[in-house]
C-alpha cells in the first residue's frame, strides 16, 4: 500500500525518487489540492504578490512554477522590508539561483525571527524543488510579518503523506498540516481586528475616498444639528474642544444638556474632557 501511494506521487507529479534518499518529505495529497479553501489560499497570495510588485511589472501565474528561482523573493524583500541583497537580478543557472535564494531565505529567515533554532517549513531545495507546501508555508510567514492587516482565508488544512526513503524500502504516513490557523487564534488575530475595525480600514483607504467619507459624515452631521442652528464646516477644528460633540450625542440620543453643566468655549484641556453629571446620568438610564 505505501508503496502504491508514492507510485501515485510518481506518476502525477514526477517526483524524483533518488532526491527522497535518506530524508523525509511532505507532499501533499492529490484530493486536498483541489480543496476551494486551498484554492482560495494560493489565489490570495497570487494577488498579494501581484499587488505588491505592480510597479515593478512583475506578473505571477503559478506559485508552483514563478518562485522557485528566487527573482519574485527578491522584489519582495526587497519592497517589503526595503532590504537590498547583493545577488544577481535573473539567476539563470541551477546553480545561480540555488546561491540566490541561499542569500535570500538566510535574510528572510532572520526578519521573520527564524534564525535562532525556530521551526522553519522551508528550505533552499524544497524552494527550488517547486515545493508548494514549503512555498506557501513561506509566503503565509511573510504576509503575518510584513503585512498582517492582510486577510488571509482562515483554517486552511492539507492532508500530507511524510514519505521516507531508505535502502529497506518506502515508510509514508497521512498527516493534517496547518496552513494558516483560525481566524480568531493565533496570527489570523491581527487580520481579524482588522476586519472588524472599521477605523483601521478607513485609515487605509486612499486620500480622495478618506475625503467622500469626511463629506458624508459632515452631512450626517450637520442634519442632526440644524434643528439647533449649528454648521459644522471643519470636523477637525470644530470638533476638537468636544462642545459639538456633545450637543450631536443629545440630539441623536435624544436628551438635553443643560448648558450650566459644560462650558460651550473652553477655553482649557480640563473644560474640554470634562464630562458632566447630567451626561453620566442620562447615559446609565437609557
Not at 220 to 244: C, E, P, R, Y
Amino acid at each position: 500500500m505505501e508503496a502504491s501511494l508514492f507510485e501515485s506521487y510518481k506518476e502525477e507529479d514526477t517526483v524524483d525518487v533518488e532526491s527522497f534518499q535518506g530524508e523525509k518529505r511532505k507532499l501533499i495529497q492529490p484530493t486536498s489540492l483541489k480543496d476551494p479553501k486551498l484554492e482560495k489560499l494560493k489565489e490570495t497570495l497570487v494577488n498579494w504578490i501581484n499587488s505588491t510588485l505592480k510597479a515593478e511589472h512583475i506578473v505571477v501565474q503559478s506559485l508552483e512554477e514563478d518562485l522557485f528561482d528566487g527573482l519574485v523573493l527578491h522584489h519582495l524583500l526587497s519592497r517589503l522590508a526595503d532590504v537590498h541583497l547583493p545577488v544577481e537580478e535573473i539567476a539563470l543557472t541551477s546553480n545561480a539561483q540555488i546561491h540566490k535564494l541561499e542569500v535570500i531565505l538566510e535574510e528572510l529567515d532572520k526578519r521573520l525571527g527564524l534564525q535562532d533554532g525556530g521551526e522553519i517549513k522551508w528550505t533552499v531545495k524544497l524552494i527550488h524543488n517547486k515545493d508548494l507546501l514549503a512555498t506557501i508555508h513561506l509566503l503565509v510567514a511573510m504576509v503575518r510579518c510584513f503585512q498582517p492587516e492582510l486577510e488571509l482565508p482562515p483554517n486552511v488544512k492539507v492532508e500530507v503523506v511524510l514519505v521516507e526513503v531508505n535502502k529497506t524500502g518506502i515508510k509514508s504516513d497521512v498527516q493534517a498540516e496547518v496552513l494558516t490557523e483560525e481566524s480568531n487564534t493565533g496570527s489570523d488575530s491581527h487580520s481579524n481586528t482588522g476586519r472588524e475595525d472599521p477605523i483601521d480600514q478607513l485609515l487605509r483607504l486612499e486620500a480622495h475616498k478618506v475625503n467622500m467619507v469626511k463629506k458624508a459624515i459632515l452631512h450626517f452631521v450637520n442634519q442632526n444639528m440644524s434643528t439647533m442652528g449649528l454648521q459644522v464646516a471643519d470636523m477637525d477644528k470644530q470638533f476638537a474642544d468636544g462642545v459639538i460633540l456633545l450637543l450631536l450625542i443629545g440630539q441623536l440620543e435624544g436628551f438635553f444638556i443643560p448648558l450650566c453643566d459644560f462650558n460651550l468655549t473652553p477655553v482649557n484641556p480640563s473644560e474640554m474632557v470634562w464630562i458632566p453629571d447630567t451626561l453620566v446620568r442620562n447615559t446609565l438610564g437609557s
